[in-house]
């Protein structure tokens, strides 16, 4: 117990690690057995999200309990061959995806208006 203790108290860990890991790279097949076989190993797990639709497969968001836990497996898991394809495991950052998403989403508002409006985009114009 007393490793456990020293080991949180005196290691201060970078902003961006958190609980959750986003995992991608993933067979399309895998199980939700199988992703806690290969990262239960590192520390308990609190939930494991496998992607499904077609946007989303090959990738997971894996929750440990602990942080030092998620550390633990983002360190050994990088990189790690399942099925002949080598896991992606990085952080989650909600703000990173958030940013991704509200892109997109601003992308598809322009066309629609420029659709609307008529107006082609500067490339069309040249022609």
């Given at each position: ?10 290691t ?23 992703m ?7 520390g ?29 497996a983002?360190d ?20 990173k995806m ?12 322009i ?17």
């Amino acid at each position: 117990m007393a490793t456990i203790t020293l080991r949180k108290g005196n290691t201060r860990l970078p902003p961006e690690v958190n609980r959750v890991l986003y995992v991608r790279n993933l067979p399309f097949n895998i199980t939700s057995e199988e992703m806690y076989d290969i990262f239960g190993k590192y520390g308990a797990i609190r939930q494991i999200r496998i992607g499904t639709n077609k946007d989303t497969r090959g990738t997971a968001f894996v929750v440990y309990e602990d942080i030092y836990d998620a550390k633990t497996a983002v360190d050994h898991l990088s990189g790690f061959n399942v099925a002949n394809r080598y896991l992606i495991v990085l952080y989650y950052q909600q703000a990173k995806m958030s940013k991704k998403f509200d892109q997109k989403k601003k992308e598809d508002e322009i066309t629609k208006l420029q659709e609307k409006y008529g107006i082609g985009t500067p490339a069309s114009k040249d022609k």
